[in-house]
């Protein structure tokens, strides 16, 4: 007998009453609807958000704008002189460059210019970026003079074995009494030329943007008409 009255004990008290069964309900309810409130009221708030919120700046907008400021702070800063010049080298030749160029030492280098003393006159329209960690174009144009004494052969001989068949690039012809070869592609022009001392490699080029493309092949062209050998 007492061991059946322990089981009925332990059978009532796994039995819950409708009364607690409802209560529980009740609260399990009041708890989801406390949960699905406060959770409309964040997406709300995270919607409100976004739409008041600043577009994100670090878009492609960004590097647009840093190369825009990057190139007027070059311009900006790069100062040429304001008087036009003209070089007068030992070797013979002269030229006369405009207004906003100077003269520099070489800029191009190429296999004739080594062991060759090399004058430039330029003009820089964009400087490279003073750090070297930004990226950035240098726009420059210039017309560079490479002089070399001569060697004992003519500049014939010393065309035909440099550039073999491509010789035929280039124009030849003379300019008072001067042997010249001359060729022009695109932006660049070269010009070999030798009189009885020396042997000159005449290197023009332009890189500009396109504004100001135009002005420079003038004036490059106007330097170019200038040079005289001898």
Not at 106 to 123: D, M
Not at 134 to 150: D, E, H, N, R, T
């Amino acid at each position: 007998m007492s061991t059946h009255r322990h089981l009925h004990h332990r059978g009532g008290a796994q039995d819950a009453s409708p009364e607690r069964v409802t209560n529980r309900s009740w609260r399990i309810a009041v708890l989801l609807g406390l949960a699905l409130i406060l959770s409309a009221c964040a997406l709300r708030e995270t919607t409100a958000e976004s739409s008041t919120a600043p577009a994100d700046d670090t878009n492609t907008t960004r590097p647009a704008t840093t190369m825009t400021s990057t190139t007027m702070t070059s311009r900006t800063t790069t100062t040429q002189p304001s008087a036009s010049g003209t070089i007068r080298h030992a070797s013979g030749f002269r030229l006369s460059y405009p207004d906003g160029w100077h003269e520099t030492g070489i800029v191009i280098s190429t296999e004739f210019a080594t062991g060759a003393e090399c004058v430039a006159a330029l003009i820089v329209d964009q400087a490279p970026p003073s750090d070297p960690a930004q990226a950035g174009f240098v726009l420059q144009s210039g017309v560079q003079v490479c002089a070399k004494p001569v060697d004992g052969t003519s500049l014939d001989t010393y065309m035909e074995s440099v550039y073999g068949t491509g010789v035929s690039e280039f124009v030849r012809g003379q300019s008072d009494g001067v042997v010249e070869y001359r060729r022009s592609s695109g932006l660049e022009s070269h010009i070999f030329a030798q009189t009885d001392s020396y042997r000159f490699q005449v290197t023009a080029f332009v890189t500009a943007d396109p504004d100001l493309e135009q002005e420079r092949i003038a004036q490059v062209q106007e330097i170019l008409d200038s040079l005289t050998f001898g």
